[in-house]
């Protein structure tokens, strides 16, 4: 089974910073990664899969990078409404796996 | 608009049977496979099932495997997950997903469109 670690678990930061959440892959995934955001009482909403591609209506800054076993999702200039849970997953082989996530609070 | 609509949750005793639909609408139904992930409180997401277009292949995750059944209807365009021998550990909020992959042929799935969820509750 393919374990993804995220880090940080939490994250601080204020309106107008950028950041950066790291994912790692326990094997290699090729660049088959996706990125979700997740606020209280919601379903998680696609940010990004493939590693990189930014699904459609998501705002450009969010983006993401990397291939292998190494992802970051990197939000720059942060809005009130991003201060969110984020997780990443993986589909590549069965089971499915998620990180175990990363609150981002504001500071 | 995509639409997926979940159904059937409910407060349920430890060994009790519960049987969740998925009503999806405003894409092609029968194109994409499907998932359903749950979510226990204060947790994070976790696989459950998924299926294909077809409904031929199927996949569980090892803690619902033999307990819990995913299938689909094209023609209603409808999700099913048939759960029985239910565990409190089952109790989590559950989303249906649409299941698109990266890349044609690829196994790069990833979930693109979710439900509301619809809670299942199982205690005594």
């Known amino acids: 089974d393919i374990q993804l670690t995220q880090s940080p678990s939490f994250l601080s930061a204020s309106v107008g910073d950028r950041v950066t959440i790291t994912c790692r892959a326990s094997q290699g995934i090729r660049s088959f990664l996706a990125w979700y955001q997740q606020k209280p009482g919601k379903a998680p909403k696609l940010l990004i899969y493939?590693?990189?591609t930014l699904q459609s209506g998501v705002p450009s800054r969010f983006s993401g990078s990397g291939s292998g076993a190494e992802f970051t999702l990197t939000i720059t200039s942060l809005q009130p409404e991003d201060f969110a849970t984020y997780y990443c997953q993986q589909l590549t082989s069965y089971p499915c796996s998620f990180g175990q996530g990363t609150k981002l609070e504001i500071k | 608009e995509v639409q997926l609509l979940e159904s059937g949750g409910a407060l349920v005793q430890p060994g009790g049977s519960l049987r969740l639909s998925c009503a999806a609408s405003g894409f092609t139904f029968s194109i994409f496979a499907m998932t359903w992930v749950r979510q226990a409180p204060g947790k994070g997401p976790e696989w459950v099932s998924s299926?294909?277009?077809?409904?031929?292949?199927?996949y569980y995750a090892d803690s619902v495997r033999g307990r819990f059944t995913i299938s689909r209807d094209n023609f209603k365009n409808t999700l099913y997950l048939e759960m029985n021998t239910l565990r409190v550990e089952d109790t989590a909020v559950y989303y249906c997903?649409?299941?698109?992959?990266?890349?044609?042929?690829?196994?790069?799935?990833?979930?693109?469109?979710w439900g509301q969820g619809t809670l299942v509750t199982v205690s005594s």
């Open positions: 997903a649409n299941t698109p992959t990266v890349l044609p042929g690829i196994i790069a799935y990833y979930f693109d469109y």
């Open positions: 299926i294909g277009s077809s409904g031929s292949n199927t």
């Open positions: 493939g590693a990189s």
